[in-house]
């Protein structure tokens, strides 16, 4: 509020002032309107300058990109929304920015392309036949209920605005480890596999990590979970050990935070298998490095992309925040992230910005007919590839678990950090 009568204040004593030696013969004076600036606190899978750039453009206003770690940005988030006005991260962050009173709800009516978001999010499954997947699916977080809780019941209100999302695994080098078939014997056990001891990366993110661990983890037989998605104490302890026991023995490598380090990982041989998301695969692949995206037999790890609203962000920066939301489902956005593997929530309106042949690879699971450039110009498909895992569809229909904020979050927490420090 008082900014706002500071500058009509401002607007007043500048009005008199310029018409004063006019007396009634002062003509009408224009103000610039300032152009508003919003905040953006991200990961480096989305907080890209090429996007930044494209939307100061097409939206007349300023934006601000604070990439990092996915664990640094949701601590940043959730102890200081007035540090950001939008926020880009995975639907687990969800449960954490909304007790924590972070985000504020999405009002629908003023998302200009809701009815062309697909069922992914707003059901929990792309099509009849799908698994709906352990833990937080986002539909289940989505809608804002009177009492100020979260469901799948529709509302007025959601949490969250979806837009990016994928499947992830984990990449190896083809080089070193022969290429497995999808769905059939590419294992997530391999991350636990004594034949790759002291050449494994796994993602430092205790929402993310320790699904990619729990997988291997029951892959290799080493212990069966109730529910994935919603460990016991008992079964996180469990879990901790065997790992504690893989660590003292040499078996990891690395713990990487972001995108660019898990590329770095692998081009300079640190790792020959780790977890991966696309961006990595096809950074790596651009790098020269061969690595394949596995299409596990036990199924995916899910993410869903969520746009938040700060509860602290209003008045003209809250209008220009909505302004840049639409803009993501808007098209351009949605065919320049297919080019990293990554998908939009409504990829009819981004068909038509990218070459037929492009879509089909990305999207329908067609051969690549040509080489593809991934986001950084650099070739990451080769032609004749077939892309791991299939279609779209296909993809999204094998989800073993979403990432998830567990009833006992707060002690695999523990567990998490005491495992990285040990």
């Known amino acids: 509020m008082t900014k706002k009568l ?33 905040r953006v606190l991200g990961t480096h899978v989305t907080l890209q300058e090429e996007l930044r750039k494209q939307a100061m453009k097409d939206l007349g206003i300023n934006l601000v990109f604070s990439p990092g770690g996915s664990a ?78 979260l469901s799948s019941q529709k509302s007025n209100f959601i949490s969250f605005m979806p837009y990016v999302h994928n499947v992830d695994s984990f990449g190896y080098n083809t080089n070193i480890i022969k290429p497995g078939v999808e769905y059939q014997t590419e294992s997530w056990g391999w991350l636990l596999d004594d034949k790759y001891k002291g050449k494994v990366g796994i993602v430092n993110a205790p929402t993310i990590g320790i699904f990619d661990v729990a997988l291997a983890a029951e892959a290799q037989g080493l212990m069966k979970f109730d529910d994935l998605g919603n460990m016991t104490t008992s079964e996180i302890d469990q879990l901790f050990r065997i790992l504690n026991e893989k660590k003292k023995a040499g078996h990891f ?75 993501w489902l808007s098209g351009y956005p949605g065919a320049f992230i297919a080019r990293q593997g990554y998908y939009i929530s409504n990829p009819e309106r981004s068909r038509d910005l990218l070459p037929n ?39 999204f229909s094998n989800i073993a678990v979403w990432n998830t904020v567990m009833d006992n979050y707060d002690y695999s927490l523990d567990k998490w950090y005491e495992f990285l420090n040990s």
């Open 6 to 38: 500071d500058r009509r204040e401002f607007l007043e004593k500048s009005s008199k002032l310029a018409c004063a030696s006019a007396l009634s013969l002062c003509a009408p004076t224009v103000f610039a309107k300032k152009t508003p600036t919003v």
């Open 357 to 395: 042949d492009e879509w089909k690879y990305w999207y329908e699971g067609a051969e690549a007919v040509r080489d593809f450039k991934g986001t950084d110009g650099r070739v990451s498909v080769k032609a004749g590839e077939i892309r791991n895992g299939g279609s779209y569809i296909k993809r």
């Open 72 to 149: 640094e940005v949701l601590q940043r988030a959730s102890s200081n929304p007035a540090s950001f006005d939008l926020y880009e991260q995975w639907s687990d962050s969800i449960n954490i920015l909304w007790s924590a009173e972070a985000i504020q709800g999405i009002e629908i009516d003023r998302l200009k392309y809701w009815n062309e978001v697909n069922p992914l999010t707003k059901t929990g499954k792309i099509s009849p036949t799908a698994k709906y997947g352990k833990g937080d699916a986002p539909y289940k977080l989505l809608y804002v209920q009177k009492d100020n809780t």
């Open 253 to 327: 490598a690395g713990f990487w935070s972001s995108v660019p380090q898990s590329i770095d990982f692998m081009v300079k041989k640190r790792v020959v298998i780790e977890s991966m998301f696309s961006p990595g695969v096809s950074g790596a692949r651009g790098l020269g490095i061969p690595v394949q995206y596995a299409a596990p037999k036990e199924g995916y790890r899910a993410w869903h992309g969520v746009m938040c609203l700060s509860s602290k962000t209003s008045g003209h920066v809250k209008d220009a925040a909505y302004e840049y939301m639409n803009w």
